[in-house]
């Protein structure tokens, strides 16, 4: 077979996951548009929908830590296919039940929980597939992680889009069985074009005695003896929190105060995330070729120096220039995170110890959105600024000085 047969074959599996990928994260993005105003339709009630939002998130988190045990006993593969096929099937019982009139508000709360309630054992199991897949197309991690990064971006950027044009459109019940199909696409997409890992010739670690719930001591315990794990849950963590006071209340507040409009608000978004798909896809070209701790270092510095820059509260072109900027310098640590984790994490245990730092770091979401209010309150928003930028170099120079970073 001559190298240009063989290499689409080899890059097969990997490109089925990322299209697998795409399709449903397109899905889960307008699920973000349509289930808040399905919810605000049929309640008329906007403190009805922030408890639906707020129930959804929050038992989000508690599944995906108590989840992670159950991804290294079924395997990264059958865990991606289960997670795509049941928050679809939820989704899809929200318009049906509605319209047998069988939707009571606690059964709608009850199904919005379901349909996310394995989005963090999914998104753990399609992480864990990505380094068996990238060996087979003989292509470096950083670059399968940064193509991994960019479609999730992209798709992200297109999904919002879709479920606001899909409920105008269509209506909400709709754009939720759309959902439900998407869902199930990228389930079969998965089942039929990616090859399960191969099992490794070492043996098998054992089970810790105790059950279930010793395996998720045991994820905590590797995570608490590994510096590299500690250094990367809390750095994960810190930078969580600043992100959500940046982008929940510092953007929303700046469109609405000083540019005028929601309109500005999706272009200040619409310009990060493309720069965060430009940076992704940039750093999927060369990123093998640059010093890990060296990169994550640089763009988290540099990434803390650009939002000093909103301090000055700018118009919206150069508002949305500099958000352009600070997404793709800001890019290459979703994968180079990603890729610590993939080669730190002991195997049989990748499961549990993931959804264990990805449970922690989406805890400070809501903290840091609370502090930022606070802070907006109390001393302005061009401080506020300047106090997240302060704070996002203070956790680059304790990730400079921890130990465990140097052995990215």
Same mark, same amino acid.
């Not at 795409?22 to 906007?46: C, D, H, K």
């Not at 959500?244 to 272009?267: F, I």
């Not at 990123?287 to 700018?314: D, E, K, M, S």
């Given at each position: ?21 795409? $399709? ?7 699920? $973000? ?60 019982? $929200? ?95 998965? %089942? ?84 965060? %798909? ?28 650009? $939002? ?15 958000? %352009? ?84």
């Amino acid at each position: 077979m001559s190298h240009g047969d063989g290499a689409p074959r080899r890059r097969a599996g990997l490109t089925a996951l990322l299209t697998a990928v795409a $399709i449903a994260s397109v899905g889960e993005a307008m699920m $973000i548009v349509a289930v808040p105003w399905f919810v605000l339709q049929t309640t008329g009630s906007v403190a009805r929908t922030g408890i639906v939002v707020a129930v959804a998130s929050v038992g989000a988190g508690a599944a995906g830590f108590a989840a992670g045990p159950l991804i290294d006993r079924w395997g990264f593969k059958p865990t991606t296919v289960v997670s795509y096929l049941f928050g679809g099937t939820a989704a899809a019982g $929200i318009p049906l039940l509605h319209a047998l009139g069988r939707l009571d508000f606690a059964t709608l709360v009850a199904l919005v929980l379901f349909a996310s309630l394995l989005d963090i054992p999914g998104v753990t199991a399609v992480t864990g597939l990505v380094p068996a897949l990238a060996g087979a197309a003989r292509m470096p991690l950083e670059r399968a992680n940064g193509l991994l990064t960019a479609v999730r971006q992209v798709s992200q950027l297109c999904g919002p889009a879709l479920g606001g044009l899909g409920v105008a459109l269509l209506g909400t019940a709709s754009v939720l069985l759309i959902n439900a199909g998407v869902c199930a696409l990228a389930a079969l997409v998965v %089942a039929a074009g990616v090859a399960a890992p191969a099992r490794s010739a070492a043996p098998a670690p054992e089970r810790p005695a105790g059950g279930y719930t010793a395996e998720l001591r045991a994820g905590l315990r590797t995570l608490r003896q590994h510096r590299l794990l500690r250094t990367l849950t809390a750095s994960s963590t810190a930078f969580n929190g600043l992100d959500s006071g940046l982008a929940g209340v510092v953007l929303v507040t700046y469109a609405y105060q000083h540019l005028g409009s929601a309109g500005s608000l999706g272009v200040l978004l619409t310009a990060f995330g493309i720069g965060t %798909a430009a940076g992704s896809l940039t750093f999927a070209v060369v990123g093998h070729r640059l010093g890990r701790r060296r990169t994550f270092l640089a763009a988290g510095f540099a990434a803390g120096l650009l $939002i000093a820059g909103l301090a000055a509260l700018p118009p919206l072109p150069l508002g949305a220039a500099l958000l %352009a900027v600070l997404g793709a310098v800001a890019a290459p640590v979703a994968p180079l995170r990603t890729g610590a984790l993939q080669r730190g994490i002991p195997e049989g245990q990748y499961g549990r110890v993931v959804a264990a730092i990805d449970t922690v770091a989406l805890s400070a979401v809501p903290l840091g959105a609370t502090a930022a209010v606070a802070l907006v309150g109390g001393v302005g928003l061009s401080h506020t600024v300047l106090v997240i930028s302060g704070a996002y170099l203070l956790v680059v120079a304790g990730c400079w000085a921890a130990p465990g970073l140097r052995e990215m």
